[in-house]
């Protein structure tokens, strides 16, 4: 499985002008294990998709998904 680092997971949130909120909930995880994942020193084991799709996100994209979500869970 390949790793990332929490350092090179944060330049993701930042480069998608996400919350580590709102990327938990959209990767479908608590805000509190994803907190608990970003304190750790070893890099994370991430699933190969996760790899190859955070790259070729961009923020309007992420803004859109988080959106549909949201209007998913609205009853």
């Not at 970003?38 to 803004?63: D, F, G, H, N």
């Amino acid at each position: 499985m390949p790793r990332m680092t929490p350092d090179q997971l944060r330049a993701h949130l930042a480069r998608l002008e996400i919350s580590q909120q709102a990327f938990a909930r959209l990767v479908g995880i608590t805000p509190q294990h994803f907190r608990k994942m970003l304190r750790q020193v070893e890099p994370l084991e991430i699933p190969r998709a996760v790899e190859l799709l955070l790259p070729l996100l961009t923020p309007a994209k992420v803004r859109r998904l988080v959106a549909e979500l949201e209007a998913a869970e609205t009853p």
